[in-house]
């Protein structure tokens, strides 16, 4: 008989005193997997994301261990409340089993739970596994422009 695969356990980090060690060890090693431009958040950084009503800060957990994370952002803007799924990154070790999904499932039923009609995201073309999940799961396609203006 062959072993069921583990389930990854999802939380919600909320407010400062969730931010430990490990919780900044976790990111340091997730965000360059994400982005080699972007420097992983200090464990400041990460309290102002977990202590702030417009983020919630998502965590998945095998064995113990943080192997990924996604921030959902929401805002009130005139024609109703935005939700944006951010910064999804799984551990390349722990792809395939159920991360990424688990992750963006939570993120999906709190901003349902918030009242959000929507919920956006973007991911590069070149995140072929990514997209697939994406559609998988139910969104969709959205034929828009996204524009960037830096500011540095």
Do not use: C
């Not at 939380?11 to 080699?36: C, K, N, T, W």
């Not at 261990?65 to 952002?73: E, K, M, N, Q, S």
């Not at 990424?100 to 956006?120: D, P, T």
């Amino acid at each position: 008989m062959s072993t069921p695969p583990l389930l990854p356990i999802v939380r919600v980090v909320a407010g400062a005193e969730q931010v430990d060690d490990a919780l900044v060890d976790a990111f340091a090693a997730l965000i360059p997997q994400l982005s080699r431009s972007s420097p992983p958040p200090s464990a400041a950084e990460l309290a102002e994301i977990a202590d702030s009503p417009a983020s919630d800060l998502f965590v998945a957990e095998l064995d113990g261990r943080i192997v990924g994370a996604l921030t959902l952002a929401t805002y009130r803007i005139p024609t109703g409340l935005k939700a944006w799924i951010e910064d999804v990154v799984v551990d390349d070790g722990a792809r395939g089993h159920g991360v990424g999904e688990a992750l963006n499932q939570a993120a999906l039923a709190s901003a349902r739970a918030r009242g959000a009609k929507h919920v956006s995201l973007t991911s590069r073309p070149s995140r072929e596994a990514a997209n697939r999940l994406y559609q998988r799961i139910g969104f969709t396609p959205y034929d828009t422009n996204i524009y960037r203006y830096d500011l540095s």
